[in-house]
């Protein structure tokens, strides 16, 4: 089955720096790579996502990155800031999935410092 | 519109007894997922319902059990806690599969199982 690889695991930046957290996947058929964000203690919720006949997205500060070849997908956060800082999760998700599931990797965790 | 809620937020068990989780969304979604938070393990699937009346197995299975009587609700059954199962369980709902279709989660339920 699907397999998700994310690095680093941890990532501290300074405010105003960019941050980059990277995925890989393992099944080629997979075709939706959301990131979703999580603060301490609540929900995690969709920042962006890419489908596999597009290859980058922008949204503001944050932009996703595709490479289909290399089966990677990378986040971008540009101009950090102090509510930045949460963990952040990639996922995969293809007609291969039960129930086209999202599979996750296991977090980045970032903190911005001010 | 409340989105996808869960009940209770917290429980504390003893080993052996027994509960049910509910997830309840008012968005007329078809897909329902339940999905168990390790810390360092990301978000994997328990079970998930492609429509009122059917359920799946997904990736972590073994001491759950689902019910999708109502289209609106997903329940998720213990019928003998564990240790293993302490968790946050989160519970996410799609209007249907595949990358069309974002899923959004509840607010999630701390389960500690003594």
């Known amino acids: 089955g699907e397999n998700v690889e994310q690095h680093p695991s941890t990532l501290s930046v300074q405010e105003g720096d960019s941050a980059v957290i990277k995925c890989t996947y393992s099944?080629?058929?997979?075709?939706?790579f959301p990131w979703y964000k999580q603060e301490l203690g609540k929900r995690p919720q969709l920042i962006i996502d890419?489908?596999?006949?597009?290859g980058e997205k922008k949204d503001q500060r944050i932009a996703v990155t595709l490479n289909k070849t290399a089966k990677h997908f990378s986040l971008h956060i540009t101009e950090t800031q102090p509510e930045d800082s949460a963990v952040y999760f990639c996922?995969?998700?293809?007609?291969?999935?039960?129930?086209?599931?999202?599979?996750f990797g296991k977090g980045t965790t970032l903190s911005v410092s001010s | 519109n409340a989105g996808v809620t869960q009940t209770p937020k917290f429980r504390v068990l003893k080993t052996g007894q027994s509960m049910t989780l509910l997830c309840a969304q008012d968005?007329?979604?078809?897909?329902m997922y339940w999905y168990r938070q390790d810390p360092g393990m990301g978000l994997r699937l328990i079970h998930y319902?492609?429509?009122?009346?059917?359920?799946a197995k997904g990736e972590v299975p073994d001491g759950y059990n689902v019910s999708r009587l109502k289209k609106q609700n997903f329940l998720l059954g213990l019928e003998s806690a564990a240790p293993s199962q302490t968790s946050v369980y989160f519970c996410?709902?799609?209007?249907?599969?595949?990358?069309?279709?974002?899923?959004?989660f509840g607010p999630g339920t701390r389960l500690t199982v003594l």
């Open positions: 099944d080629s058929a997979s075709n939706y």
């Open positions: 996922a995969a998700s293809g007609p291969r999935q039960a129930g086209t599931a999202l599979i």
């Open positions: 319902s492609v429509g009122e009346g059917t359920t």
């Open positions: 968005m007329n979604h078809e897909y």
């Open positions: 890419i489908r596999s006949n597009v």
């Open positions: 996410a709902s799609s209007y249907g599969g595949g990358a069309l279709h974002t899923q959004y």
